[in-house]
């Protein structure tokens, strides 16, 4: 059968086993009346997901009133529809008004009706929340079986299909005596109630300030450094306690310190008009284009072809793409956009149980290969360049890209062999994966050849990729490259501007140009010299016992990040250590690296901007965000150790 945009992929599959998969499952959702109507790349995305079931004749399928929890598409057999007596159909929204049917157009049911092809089962493809009728197999019944919760993923790209289903489920009965049928309910975030924790959290938000003000003398800080840190401390508690969402407290302070004049407007504000906001809003953009297009599912279904079958070389092909993303998109946040939606799809094709360990190993796989080694090369994140900034003229001619890799590299093999061992121990015994090759290869049919927008996405990547390598040939930073690409997407329609609205994660970039502009206020009412008075007497451990050093550097990095987002706590040690390094006979390059490295731990998911961006793309329990915190602060005890065995490829370089 040849399917309709038929394409061709390079396979290594038996063709008469995909035929078989292609006429027993693909054939028969095309050919439903419905089905067919589908956007066939979410039809694709279903795929995974459909079970063939067999009934025996007299056997019942579900009952009326049963939660409508699949959609069946008939194969073979016939099946009875029986409505109980004295009920009727009505099918109404969420205000309770009638959906799809005139009232007036509703008639008497007939007790039972017979379904010989095509589908029944329509209310999972409803608002209805339960069956409205009893089905029982007539005879002998094979038929498909597609999970209500995937079907509305298909019907949320096809809207349409929703009022095809109540269409169809009403051509099946004309009822004056049927079932009213529950709206399904909106979906809802989740709000813990208030406990005794948040208590104390908003005592603590307004208490601690008022401390920390009255100290201020005591600490020998001017009024504003004083007044600043106040308000510091306040947005300190709102994060740790999780009072609000994450990008409001930053919003307090810009906020609090602008009403106060403690800071000029554009050092404040000066977050939303960084490289890094630009930066972040334009692989955001470009990272929509290659989902919405369908082009990550696309090369996602290319690798699963291509990689063995098995749990480890699955989880590597995603720490792979992260890592060969690394060194190209120089921003953490840019490539969790472009890595998280990728494991997510993954998930799904192996049919792993969401929340389970095996889709909570792709989670740790996807996010380590987009974050692991972001110290290991000079243009992973901007940050780097702020610490290869802080070199000498002579350190910057020695640590351009290449050598910056090369003495880099001990510990990023280590970190990543690390992984690779806690990941098998931790995750072991987890969920088998279900992989289908067939199946791969008739998604690859049912998707058809690359369209406009996936080339778009295809061009972008690339585009962006060479201007940020050759960047120091033409003189163009990357954020500038980003937004021009940004701004070509959007110009010729390849990102929609409902996507821009509402597909853009514009909370998390509220929350980035808050930080950005609280980092900058910090600098400016001289916290950060402050702090560079205080913590300069270590320097001498760095001279005199190297690895006693790195204990307390971690131990002041670990203090200060309960507090200090990433990138301001890499600036602030940086600014601090790395000047005291060429003074003690350490090379600055070597203690920025390491601050590099220590300044990326976090245990708290406040303490990670990413990491927030990850769990937003990943909600709905795809993976158990508690057995990912505790991996992860393994992760960071293994970092710790591998800077220590990196320590004698380093006294090899002459860098100690």
């Not at 069946?72 to 049917?101: R, W, Y």
Request: hydrophobic share 55%.
């Amino acid at each position: 059968m040849k399917l309709p945009h038929q394409d061709q992929p390079r396979q290594a599959i038996d063709a008469t086993r995909a035929n078989e998969f292609e006429s027993n499952v693909v054939a028969p959702l095309l050919r439903d009346a419905v089905l067919s109507k589908c956007n066939y790349q979410a039809l694709a995305r279903v795929l995974p997901h459909v079970t063939q079931r067999e009934f025996q004749a007299g056997e019942m399928i579900y009952r009326a009133g049963q939660k409508a929890d699949e959609l069946f598409v008939l194969l073979s057999g016939s099946v009875h529809l029986e409505v109980p007596e004295a009920t009727k159909i009505m099918f109404t929204d969420k205000d309770g008004n009638l959906v799809a049917v005139d009232s007036k157009t509703v008639a008497t049911t007939p007790r039972r009706t017979t379904v010989t092809d095509g589908h029944f089962g329509e209310e999972s493809g409803t608002d209805a929340v339960d069956y409205v009728a009893d089905a029982v197999a007539a005879t002998a019944v094979t038929a498909l079986a597609v999970p209500r919760t995937h079907l509305a993923e298909a019907i949320a790209a096809t809207p349409s299909l929703k009022t095809e289903f109540y269409f169809s489920l009403i051509n099946h009965f004309s009822a004056e005596n049927v079932v009213r049928s529950r709206a399904a309910p909106e979906r809802k975030e989740v709000t813990e109630k208030p406990d005794w924790f948040k208590t104390v959290g908003w005592l603590a938000a307004l208490l601690v300030p008022i401390g920390v003000y009255l100290a201020r003398s005591a600490l020998g800080l001017p009024d504003n450094a004083g007044i600043f840190l106040a308000i510091f401390s306040a947005t300190i508690v709102m994060w740790v306690f999780s009072l609000t969402d994450e990008y409001v407290p930053g919003l307090f302070a810009v906020l609090v310190t602008l009403a106060l004049g403690i800071v000029p407007a554009p050092v404040v504000l000066s977050g939303f008009a960084s490289d890094g906001f630009f930066l972040a809003m334009s692989i955001l953009g470009l990272g929509t284009v290659i989902v919405a297009s369908g082009l990550s599912y696309r090369f996602l279904l290319w690798l699963l072809m291509r990689l063995p079958n098995t749990r480890f070389w699955h989880n590597m092909g995603l720490i792979l793409t992260g890592v060969l993303l690394t060194p190209m998109v120089p921003s953490i946040n840019g490539r969790v956009a472009l890595t998280a939606p990728f494991m997510i799809d993954m998930a799904d094709i192996l049919r792993l149980p969401r929340g389970g360990p095996a889709a909570t190993l792709l989670a740790t796989s996807a996010f380590t290969g987009a974050s692991l080694l972001s110290a290991v090369f000079l243009s992973s994140k901007s940050v780097n360049f702020v610490v290869y900034g802080l070199l000498p003229a002579q350190g910057q001619d020695q640590f351009q890209w290449l050598p910056w890799f090369l003495s880099a590299s001990a510990t990023g093999a280590i970190m990543l062999a690390a992984y690779l061992l806690l990941a098998a121990v931790f995750f072991r015994g987890s969920d088998p994966a279900s992989l289908s090759r067939e199946q791969i290869a008739s998604q690859f049919r049912l998707i058809g050849r690359m369209k406009n927008r996936e080339w778009a996405a295809v061009f972008g990547i690339v585009i962006f990729m060479l201007g940020v390598v050759t960047s120091s040939i033409h003189g163009i930073q990357p954020p500038w490259i980003g937004l021009a690409i940004l701004y070509a997407m959007l110009l010729f329609g390849f990102l929609r501007k409902s996507e821009f609205k509402e597909r853009i994660d514009w909370p998390f970039l509220v929350y980035l140009g808050g930080i950005v502009g609280i980092v900058a206020a910090f600098n400016y009412v001289g916290l950060a010299a402050w702090m560079a008075q205080h913590l300069s007497g270590l320097g001498e451990y760095m001279q005199r016992d190297f690895p006693l050093f790195v204990a307390l550097l971690f131990a002041i990095i670990a203090l200060i990040r309960l507090a200090v987002p990433i990138s301001a706590t890499i600036v602030v040690a940086a600014t601090v250590f790395m000047p005291l390094a060429g003074i003690y006979g350490v090379n600055p390059w070597l203690v920025g690296f390491i601050i590099l490295v220590l300044g990326e731990m976090w245990f708290l998911p406040y303490q990670c901007s990413y990491y927030l961006q990850f769990r937003e793309i990943a909600r709905d329990g795809v993976y158990d965000e508690k057995r990912f915190l505790i991996f992860n602060a393994l992760m960071n005890a293994a970092k710790l150790g591998a800077v220590y065995a990196s320590i004698p490829f380093w006294r090899a370089m002459g860098l100690l």
